[in-house]
């Protein structure tokens, strides 16, 4: 029965056959065709009896269809109309009653179900040429029944779809009765919604003429009523109660239509507000969109975009189909259309309400093509609600996107659970504020406040990634470094000085709280246990301090661009010079005439103040210590003001009287050098006129210095560049050049004050250590506590998933090796094994461990373990659950466990050395160049601490080595080779023209040649090398050194 409704559709629809000259044109052409096909039809219908139930089911529709009339002489185009919506009702009703009776219908016992078979297909599944069929009758529908009765500007115009459009077009142009339009439209809307209760056949309604479709019920339902004259022109119109069950049919489709294709759709039919100038007149009827449209397209648009998940569907809508690389235009534009607050919104507070959350989500996208559009919008619509409307996103945006953070600071009840904050928590924090503050990089006064809020809470979390493997520590670190090169100088600094501890901030973590790792790799902020001892509790405060500045210091170091680190250590220096006159002052107080409560207060806040001169004094030391003199003074004026601020110090207390004044020889050397700083400056051929005016800052100083200083060299200088910064160089004594070469003398001096001092300091610090062992500068090993485990759980971390706890166990099961544990000795075919099964792990932390392991074993156990290791090393590893394709790197990790072996040997390599000599020497000839070139480390590690026992195997080594550096292709194992040569010569030294006697002039040869002839550049660097080791133990062979020594002979 399906197949007879789609052979009438397609009697139809079928295409004209060829015609007579008689027809002058396409349109009439057209327009026979269809009166040809319907008579067709209708003769099948009364004569053919297989077509009896087709009749049925049409004279069914009729009987129940009020709008069709059977008196249509002169509308042909209508006729034709009439009976494909005939076909298409009755075939909806078809399907409809099969559909039902299939679902009726129970299904068979006796079939068997298997997960391969398929289901059985409902009758209302179409096929491929029944869609086509299908959709070729929509298409006629569409075109001679709906777009015909559409006002001018409502919907696509058929003459701009295609050619056979416009031909259509025209010819409904003249042969279409509008009188009736409205009702005729609303019948074929009826119809049309009728069909979309199939699935099936509302699929292909919905992906060819979902526009069509809202075009019409927009202007059914919402059209503005009409004047009587057009009224009665175009026929009669729809009562009130006909517009209103448009309005709802329309409300119903939008709501059960994937939301993007409505958004499309509905920003088709609103159209542009303007026509492109030089338009016809006839184009700027059928092109501009009525008004009333408009505002109805906006009204919609608004309604889906404030719904659930709407804005993910208007960016959808807009940017689908585009590709991973979008216009970022496109971008910018959407997210500017979502910040605008429509106009039939309630409120602009309940609008930014139900939207910024959608904002935030469209940053959490996982598929990369949809994240990178996406998180572009997001950004930029976040950026701008930020600048133009900051308390809306303050509260609705920033607030949310920080909270995290915030709950880092504080906590909501540690009570409740013991992780305050979550690891997905946190990672997506940190991912959201790399995305629009390093990412979208547009500053603002609010974000930048946001962010200073919360920026001791990333330090925290940045140095804790620093000292695990985390995917966190990037995100941090970029932030910080946007944060800190955006904001301005001042606001820099302080977050400097809080950073480092100089500067108390309130928005710290919370106390009882830290960081510790998460399962994924990120980190979840857990409540901190109680510490009783109150020494661990101080190396724990110590330790953490000095660990932030060397992490603050590595941020600094990455500002290479910036003038930050300079500016930072200036402004360091000048609290450094300012707490030095504090001083200077306070020295001076007299605790004679103060009451016990006043000497109390001034000796806590004495102590305070000490507090703050170390801790600044601390923050300097890190500073000169970790970066480069290039980056903390970059620019002449940061030289300048590093200057002002050694010459302001040196002039603290010269006002004093001498016998009050305390020398300090390293003070004199610093201003001596400082002050032919100053001369090397002049000294320059040319000097801008800036520099001489930024110099200008130094003659208040200078001139305290050429009047108040005791040491007349330093006063007649100071005088003499008074003279020549004041004069712009137009006065330069001669003894200028001289200040500025005592600069390089007074450093070496320095230079030697320094090694004296530190190892006077290095001297009272071992005494001091004795009774402060436990306030150490570095952070302690926790492998000791590790190793305090048992065996058996040591085994079963080391069978653990996790990287971090997988490599500590390790490294424990490490030290109960090392320490002969009894219970470890009894088990190490179980270690072995467990070693050898790590050696291929990816993470480097892991696999190192396990070499670390392999080592100890094979001190413990030589002549076994290095068996096993030797067979792995040459045939590549022997478990069963080897990667046979990481057989080449697991053979290269074997060689790093065989020469770490080798080193620990000592006095038994010569004992041990025969069968790994034997494997080294096999392996040169290896096809791989990468285990040629570790079997000759190997060896070369090997036979420099063989001594005598080398001699038996000179002539095989010999010609091994020449060999392969005559005829080696690669130069890796070239420059192996004359490597092992060098070490050879290094181990045997003095005894080298003992063992090496028969091969001595071969090795000389090979080196020389290596010199001459090879390519390579480091090859040749190693050979130099070996060559100069040799020349040392020639000489020493033929110029041995001259003794005095006095010989007794007792004579018989």
Same mark, same amino acid.
């Given at each position: ?476 670190? #970029?932030?910080?470094?946007?944060? +800190? %090169?955006?904001? =301005?100088?001042? *606001?820099?600094?302080? !977050? /400097? ?100 409560? #006043?000497?109390?207060?001034?000796? +806590? %806040?004495?102590? =305070?103040?000490? *507090?703050?001169?170390? !801790? /600044? ?118 003894? /200028? ?36 062992a436990k306030v150490p500068l570095k952070q302690p090993a926790t492998s000791e506590n590790v190793s305090m485990k048992p065996l058996s759980d040591l085994i079963l971390e080391a069978c653990d998933p996790d990287v971090p706890t997988k490599a500590f166990a390790l490294r424990g099961l490490t030290q109960l ?236």
């Amino acid at each position: 029965m399906t197949a007879t409704l789609f052979s009438a559709i397609n009697i139809l629809i079928k295409p004209a056959e060829s015609v007579g000259n008689s027809l002058t044109s396409q349109e009439e052409a057209l327009l026979s065709a269809l009166q040809a096909n319907r008579r067709c039809l209708l003769q099948h219908l009364d004569s053919d009896p297989g077509f009896a139930e087709i009749q049925r089911l049409r004279d069914e529709v009729i009987s129940e269809s009020v709008w069709f009339c059977s008196e249509l002489d002169n509308d042909h185009i209508w006729a034709y109309v009439q009976e494909c919506l005939l076909l298409l009702l009755a075939l909806t009703r078809h399907l409809s009653l099969e559909l039902d009776l299939f679902k009726q219908t129970p299904q068979p016992v006796n079939r068997v179900c298997t997960p391969e078979s398929a289901p059985p297909l409902p009758p209302d599944v179409l096929s491929v040429s029944q869609q086509k069929t299908l959709t070729t009758a929509l298409q006629f529908v569409i075109s001679l029944g709906v777009c015909p009765y559409l006002a001018p500007g409502v919907g696509v115009p058929l003459g701009c779809r295609s050619a056979f459009g416009a031909v259509v077009d025209k010819l409904i142009q003249n042969g279409t009765n509008k009188t009736l339009g409205q009702q005729r439209l609303l019948t074929i809307i009826n119809v049309l919604l009728k069909m979309t209760e199939l699935s099936s056949l509302a699929t292909v309604v919905f992906t060819r003429h979902l526009g069509d479709l809202m075009a019409a019920l927009c202007q059914l339902g919402y059209q503005p009523p009409k004047k009587e004259k057009e009224t009665s022109e175009e026929g009669k119109e729809l009562s009130a109660d006909q517009r209103n069950r448009c309005r709802e049919n329309l409300k119903n489709l939008l709501g059960k239509v994937y939301q993007p294709i409505v958004i499309k759709e509905l920003l088709i039919l609103q159209g542009p507000k303007s026509v492109p100038v030089g338009s016809s007149g006839s184009s700027v009827a059928q092109g501009c969109t009525p008004a009333w449209l408009r505002r109805l397209c906006g009204q919609l648009l608004s309604e889906r975009l404030m719904q659930p998940h709407g804005v993910q569907a208007v960016v959808r809508a807009i940017l689908e189909g585009t590709g991973a690389d979008s216009d970022w235009r496109k971008c910018d534009g959407v997210a500017k259309i979502l910040v605008t607050c429509p106009q039939q919104s309630i409120s602009t507070d309940s609008y930014y309400k139900q939207v910024c959350p959608q904002i935030l989500d469209m940053l959490h996208f996982k598929d990369k093509l949809t994240a990178q559009r996406f998180q572009r919008v997001a950004t930029t619509a976040l950026l701008v609600l930020v600048q133009e409307k900051s308390t809306f996103a303050q509260q609705y945006l920033l607030a949310p996107m920080f909270a995290p953070l915030h709950r880092c600071i504080t906590p909501s009840d540690p009570g409740l659970s013991q992780d305050a904050v979550e690891e997905w928590e946190l990672t997506q924090c940190v991912d959201d504020l790399f995305k629009v503050c390093v990412v979208g990089n547009q500053p603002s006064a609010p974000l930048l406040t946001a962010l200073q809020e919360v920026l001791s809470v990333i330090f925290t979390l940045f140095c804790f990634t620093k000292q695990n493997v985390s995917h966190l520590r990037g995100p941090c670190q #970029e932030i910080m470094l946007w944060y +800190l %090169s955006q904001c =301005e100088q001042a *606001a820099s600094l302080s !977050a /400097l000085r809080e950073l480092s501890g100089l500067k108390q901030h309130a928005h710290q973590v919370a106390p009882g709280f830290h960081f510790c790792p998460g399962s994924d790799g990120g980190v979840k902020l857990r409540s901190r246990d109680s510490c009783s001892d109150e020494d661990d509790a101080l190396y724990e405060k110590l330790s953490g301090e000095q660990w932030r500045l060397e992490c603050l210091n590595e941020l600094l170091t990455q500002l290479k661009e910036s003038d930050l680190p300079g500016d930072f250590l200036l402004d360091l220096l000048q609290d450094l010079t300012s707490w030095a006159a504090e001083a200077d002052e306070g020295d001076h107080q007299d605790l004679s005439e103060m009451s016990l409560l #006043e000497v109390e207060q001034s000796i +806590l %806040s004495r102590t =305070e103040r000490q *507090a703050q001169r170390l !801790a /600044l004094l601390q923050v300097l030391a890190v500073m000169v210590e970790c970066l480069p003199h290039t980056l903390l003074l970059r620019k002449p004026t940061q030289v300048v003001d590093f200057i002002l601020s050694l010459l302001q110090r040196a002039c603290v207390g010269l006002s004093d009287e001498p016998s009050s004044r305390c020398e300090n020889p390293v003070e004199s050397q610093t201003l001596s050098m400082g002050m032919g700083l100053v001369a090397t400056l002049l000294s320059v051929p040319q000097v801008s006129s800036e520099d001489y005016h930024y110099m200008s800052h130094l003659l208040s100083p200078l001139d305290t210095l050429s009047k108040l200083h005791p040491e007349v060299f330093i006063q007649e200088l100071a005088s003499n560049l008074k003279a020549v910064i004041a004069t712009h160089g137009a006065y330069k004594p001669d003894d /200028l050049s001289t200040a500025h070469s005592s600069l390089k003398s007074d450093t070496v001096q320095t230079k030697q004050t320094s090694k004296t001092t530190n190892k006077t300091s290095t001297t009272s610090s071992t005494h001091s250590s004795s009774s402060h062992a436990k306030v150490p500068l570095k952070q302690p090993a926790t492998s000791e506590n590790v190793s305090m485990k048992p065996l058996s759980d040591l085994i079963l971390e080391a069978c653990d998933p996790d990287v971090p706890t997988k490599a500590f166990a390790l490294r424990g099961l490490t030290q109960l090796v090392q320490r002969r544990d009894p219970e470890t000795i009894l088990a190490h075919d179980k270690i072995l094994v467990l070693f050898l099964e790590n050696l291929e792990h990816e993470d480097s932390f892991v696999y190192l461990s396990a070499i670390q392991g392999l080592a100890a074993l094979a001190d413990f156990f030589p002549q076994r373990i290095l068996e096993r290791l030797l067979q792995d090393f040459q045939a590549g590893p022997s478990l069963s659950t080897s990667n046979k394709h990481r057989s080449l790197e697991t053979r290269l990790k074997v060689g790093e466990v065989l020469m770490r072996a080798t080193r620990a040997m000592g006095e038994l390599t010569p004992h041990l050395s025969r069968p790994l000599l034997g494997v080294f020497l096999q392996s040169t000839k290896d096809p791989d160049h990468s285990v040629r070139a570790s079997s000759l480390s190997n060896l070369g590690e090997l036979c420099e601490r063989l001594d005598y026992a080398l001699g038996p195997l000179t002539q095989e080594l010999s010609t091994c080595l020449t060999a392969l550096i005559k005829t080696e292709k690669e130069a890796e194992v070239r420059r192996a080779a004359v490597h092992v040569i060098a070490r050879v010569l290094k181990g045997l030294s003095d005894k080298t023209t003992q063992v090496l006697a028969d091969v001595l002039l071969d090795l000389y040869r090979a080196l020389k040649w290596v010199v001459r002839s090879d390519p390579d550049s480091v090859t040749v660097l190693h050979a130099q090398i070996a060559l100069e080791e040799l020349d040392d133990v020639m000489r020493k062979f033929i110029f041995p050194e001259q003794k005095l020594e006095k010989k007794i002979v007792i004579l018989p």
